[in-house]
């Protein structure tokens, strides 16, 4: 059996790894991203929360999809990862606030953002749990690619 670093991802964090890890977070309306090379063994994860700053001020890049997944790509290029051998694996965006108006669309949102940034850098979305109103706990293994979920209140795993 492998041994994976434990590390537990924070809303606004960003790792990259080249090592085995086992990489957890518990999403509602935030999204994750697993991204995975595995011509290299480079894999790595974020966690946002909306999908673009709304005020004009600098934004925290892990807190935004618009800035947290370009960072993500960005930080696994300089690892030696290669954008036409990564994959990409989409889980989150519950809507789970959308009763509370002024989070009406974030979870779509925060979706959206991923597939686009996808798509226009023609990086293939392999696997995605999105939407939907239950949270989702997923656990990441950077050694596979392999991602388990499991939706929180539930005790089955997808």
Same mark, same amino acid.
């Given at each position: 059996?492998?041994?994976?670093?434990? +590390?537990?991802? %924070?809303?606004?964090?960003?790792?990259?790894?080249?090592? %085995? #890890?086992?990489?957890?977070?518990?999403?509602?309306?935030?999204?994750?991203?697993?991204?995975?090379? %595995?011509?290299?063994?480079?894999?790595?994860?974020?966690?946002?929360?909306?999908?673009?700053?709304?005020?004009?001020?600098? %934004?925290?890049?892990?807190?935004?999809?618009?800035?947290?997944?370009?960072?993500?790509?960005? &930080?696994?290029?300089?690892?030696? #990862?290669?954008?036409?051998? +990564?994959?990409?694996?989409?889980?989150?965006? #519950?809507?789970?606030?959308? /009763?509370?108006? /002024?989070?009406?669309?974030?979870?779509?949102?925060?979706?959206?953002? #991923? =597939?686009?940034?996808?798509?226009?850098?023609?990086? /293939?979305?392999?696997? =995605?749990?999105?939407?939907?109103?239950?949270? &989702?706990?997923?656990?990441?293994?950077?050694?596979?690619?392999?991602?388990?979920? &499991?939706?929180?209140?539930?005790?089955?795993?997808?």
């Amino acid at each position: 059996m492998t041994e994976r670093k434990k +590390i537990n991802l %924070p809303i606004g964090g960003i790792v990259v790894v080249r090592e %085995p #890890a086992e990489v957890a977070t518990v999403l509602g309306s935030c999204v994750s991203v697993c991204l995975f090379d %595995p011509g290299r063994g480079i894999a790595g994860m974020n966690h946002y929360m909306l999908p673009r700053p709304h005020d004009g001020r600098a %934004p925290s890049v892990g807190r935004f999809g618009q800035t947290s997944i370009p960072e993500l790509l960005s &930080r696994m290029i300089k690892q030696g #990862a290669s954008v036409s051998r +990564i994959t990409a694996k989409l889980f989150g965006g #519950a809507s789970m606030l959308e /009763k509370f108006s /002024k989070f009406s669309g974030i979870s779509k949102g925060n979706v959206k953002v #991923a =597939q686009e940034f996808f798509r226009e850098q023609g990086i /293939k979305i392999v696997a =995605q749990d999105v939407g939907g109103n239950r949270g &989702r706990k997923i656990v990441f293994h950077t050694d596979t690619g392999r991602v388990f979920v &499991r939706q929180v209140g539930t005790k089955e795993c997808l």
